[in-house]
């Protein structure tokens, strides 16, 4: 399995961009889909977006879609989420998820980070 360390939340107001970072170690990076889930207060745990092993394809769910960016870079064990145009709802704990499924989804990521806050203020 692969070990992984979310970075990058923080407190940004309406409109504003922010990049996430997520910094995987262990064996076998490039093996692994990766993506990103978030969970907001009192809510389960959702997709966000997901990006394949060699980089070449990404999925986004709708909410997010044409405003966050999702990439990898296995030479340096690394997956980013650029978010762009954020509005209050995406307000969230962001987590880092590895899996080696066809379809990522919670009940498929093998691996998660331990999550970071991203807070959109009004």
């Known amino acids: 399995q692969v070990q992984l360390v979310e970075s990058g939340g923080g407190l940004v107001q309406v409109g504003g961009s922010l990049s996430l970072s997520c910094a995987a170690s262990?064996?076998?990076?490039?093996?692994?889909?990766m993506g990103w889930f978030r969970q907001a207060p009192g809510k389960e745990r959702e997709f966000v977006a997901v990006?394949?092993?060699?980089?070449?394809?990404?999925y986004y769910s709708g909410s997010v879609k044409g405003r966050f960016t999702i990439s990898r870079d296995n030479a340096k064990n690394t997956v980013n989420l650029q978010m762009n145009s954020l509005k209050s709802e995406d307000t969230a704990v962001y987590y880092c998820?590895?899996?080696?499924?066809?379809?990522?989804?919670?009940?498929?990521?093998?691996?998660w980070g331990q999550g970071t806050q991203v807070t959109v203020s009004s």
């Open positions: 262990g064996r076998s990076f490039s093996g692994y889909a």
């Open positions: 990006v394949n092993w060699s980089g070449s394809s990404t």
């Open positions: 998820a590895a899996s080696r499924a066809i379809v990522v989804a919670t009940t498929t990521v093998e691996s």
